[in-house]
Structure formats: structure tokens, C-alpha cells
């Protein structure tokens, strides 16, 4: 069985988090979204919600799962006994910045591969950050995210998406 760990922020979680979870799916075994633990006030969900948020995004997926980690990803990847690390690109500006993490991350763990998706067209302009963003200024992001999402950040800006 091959395990893959997909590793993020995810806030929130967006259709463009769900594809590519979907996608690595068809390519592994075993799929672990990792929800990186961040403080509360570095976030606008809690780690819980957001771990809630993804797992309820992607129930549709059988071999697939959400967990909160902490620390260094290669050291969370070890633990699930993963081979790859899978990541999303949507522009070169991710390429970059996605370059220098794998090769430090191919520094510390040889033994785990660095796997990228490119992001689907209809999801290319979207990000965590943008999605906070715009629904904070009253914008319906209800096509960009997952439906409990939408409901989320509709209560945490009191109503205005």
C-alpha cells in the first residue's frame, strides 16, 4: 500500500484543495491531507474546523483521511509511513517557492518523493488567501468552496457571503 501525504494550510479548504486530494486518490493507495496546526490567531479557522471542514469535503473518498500535525511535514509523512508528499502548483510563483520546500524536504527524508499537480483550470486563480479575502468584503465564494465552507465563512464574517 503506498501512502501519500497532502499537507496545507487549508483556510479553507477550497474545490481546488478537494481536486487535487481527489486526483492523488487515483494515484496512491492511501491519501492523508494533513492540516498544518496552526495558533488560532495566525488563522481565521481553528485547526479542529479546518480538519472538520476538509474531512467533510472529501467523506466521498474511501481511502483517503484528515489529520492535524505539527512540526516538520517529513517528520509527519515518516509517522504515516508515506512515499510521497503531494502538492498542488497553480503558477510558476508556486514553482518556486514549491522547488526550494522539496528540495529540503528530499534533505531531510531521501526516502520520500516530492509528487506535483498541476491545478485544473477552473481552479488556477484560487487560493486560501484570496478566498479569506474577498468573502471578509461580502463576495459569494459558493462556487469556489465546498458548501460547508461557504457556510463557514458566512458565520465567521457575520452573514456577509
Do not use: W
Not at 481553528?46 to 489529520?67: D, M, Y
Not at 528530499?106 to 483550470?121: F, G, Q, T
Request: charged letters at 25%; proline letters at 4%.
Amino acid at each position: 500500500m503506498v501512502t501519500a501525504v497532502y499537507p496545507g494550510r487549508f483556510d479553507p479548504v477550497t474545490l481546488g484543495h478537494v481536486d487535487i486530494a481527489q486526483r492523488a486518490a487515483t494515484l496512491f493507495d492511501r491519501v492523508v491531507v494533513a492540516v498544518y496546526d496552526l495558533p488560532p490567531e495566525g488563522c481565521l479557522f481553528t485547526t479542529e474546523e479546518r480538519v472538520k471542514l476538509f474531512a467533510g469535503a472529501i467523506e466521498h473518498i474511501e481511502h483517503a483521511e484528515v489529520k492535524s500535525f505539527s512540526g516538520l511535514i517529513v517528520d509527519f509523512a515518516r509517522k504515516e509511513r508515506a512515499k510521497a508528499l503531494v502538492r498542488g502548483i497553480r503558477a510558476v510563483t508556486d514553482f518556486e517557492a514549491e522547488f526550494d520546500m522539496a528540495l529540503m524536504n528530499s534533505k531531510m527524508a531521501p526516502e520520500i518523493d516530492s509528487v506535483y499537480l498541476m491545478a485544473s483550470l477552473e481552479h488556477l486563480f484560487v487560493s486560501g488567501h484570496r478566498i479569506r479575502e474577498v468573502a471578509g468584503m461580502g463576495y459569494d465564494v459558493a462556487e469556489l468552496v465546498p458548501a460547508a465552507v461557504a457556510k463557514a465563512l458566512g458565520e465567521k464574517f457575520g452573514g456577509k457571503t
